[in-house]
Every structure is written in C-alpha cells, then in structure tokens.
C-alpha cells in the first residue's frame, strides 16, 4: 500500500504562483511513476504532469512552460510549481501513483486531493 497526501492548495490571483506538494508513504516510493492530475467542477479528471522513476517528464499541453513536476525520492515527495496561473487552472489536484507509467485506465494509487482556486 501506498499512502498520498497533497498539501500546498488554495486560493491565489491570475499570474500568480503556487506549489504542491505530495507525501507518500508506504511501499518504495522511488519505483513509481508519480503524477498529478486535476478535476474542475463539471469536468472530467486530466492527467497534468508525470516524471516517472528515472526521471522522464510529460505534461499537458495546457500547462507546458508553466508548471514543473519534480520529485525527492530521499523525502518520498512529489512537486509540482505552478506559476502563470489562470483562472483555468482552478480544479482539485490529484496526486497519483502508478507502478505502469501511468499507461492504463486504472491508476494504482490515488491522494484525496486539494482545491487550487486562482481569481480573476
């Protein structure tokens, strides 16, 4: 079992920045491909950002340039820096584990998540 919990949400103005962070317990955290993923109200949940084990990033094309995924395997913690922010970009994060990169419809282990809400 692996255990996920995000911090570092909340409320922010357009262009400003924020960063979460997400605490994992449990199993090797360093084997995993992390993730974050986002819900907006009336959406569906999108992948944001990926780096798996070794260090290889993906990210959404609407955040790309803004936001960077990083990861400390010595903390078990998982990043991400979300600056430029838009009013967009409001929607509960989700930070996710995965032992398959991310590559199925099922993901192995999920957060519970926290709001980023960004102000016009």
């Known amino acids: 079992q692996v255990q996920l919990v995000e911090s570092g949400g909340g409320l922010v103005q357009a262009g400003g920045s924020l960063r979460l962070s997400c605490a994992a317990s449990g199993r090797t955290f360093s084997v995993y491909t992390m993730g974050w993923f986002r819900q907006a109200p009336g959406k569906e949940r999108e992948l944001v950002a990926t780096?798996?084990?070794?260090?290889?990033?993906n990210y959404a094309d609407s955040v790309k340039g803004r936001f960077t995924i990083s990861r400390d395997n010595a903390k078990n913690t998982l990043y991400l820096q979300m600056s430029s922010l838009k009013p967009e970009d409001t929607a509960v994060y989700y930070c996710?584990?995965?032992?398959?990169?991310?590559?199925?419809?099922?993901?192995?282990?999920w957060g519970k998540g926290t709001l980023v809400n960004v102000s016009s």
């Open positions: 780096i798996s084990w070794n260090g290889s990033l």
């Open positions: 996710a584990a995965d032992s398959r990169g991310f590559g199925r419809t099922t993901v192995d282990y």
